[in-house]
């Protein structure tokens, strides 16, 4: 059974850092592409970043660009997602997402396996 358990969110001020993971069981994340999302209520799930670190290949919404890092553990067949300088509209609550096919896709519709989420809060 697939699972994907993401941990790490919070409360942070403006302009502070959080790093979220996503442990996964079940499946090898190495070989699958992982993508992150985040959700408000009301809106639809956003791309937020994706990797396939098989590949080094990284991808970025345009919105976190130059302040988020995805990166990923082999070892620990976990990914990780650091977020820098954080903005009040980078609240919502964070999930990760695994998929097979090996290009990048930000739909999340077109991914397999999902997390819990976490929640993610930036406030002063």
């Known amino acids: 059974q697939v699972q994907l358990v993401e941990s790490g969110g919070g409360l942070v001020e403006p302009g502070g850092s959080l790093r979220l993971s996503c442990a996964a069981s079940g499946l090898t994340l190495s070989t699958y592409a992982m993508g992150w999302f985040r959700q408000t209520p009301g809106k639809e799930r956003e791309f937020v970043a994706y990797?396939?670190?098989?590949?080094?290949?990284?991808y970025y919404a345009d919105p976190v660009q130059g302040r988020f890092t995805v990166s990923g553990d082999n070892a620990k067949n976990t990914v990780y997602l650091q977020m820098n300088n954080l903005k009040p509209e980078d609240t919502g609550v964070y999930y990760c997402?695994?998929?097979?096919?090996?290009?990048?896709?930000?739909?999340?519709?077109?991914?397999?396996?999902w997390g819990q989420g976490t929640q993610v809060t930036v406030s002063s």
């Open positions: 997402a695994a998929r097979g096919a090996p290009y990048i896709d930000t739909r999340a519709a077109e991914y397999d396996y």
């Open positions: 990797i396939r670190w098989s590949i080094r290949s990284t």
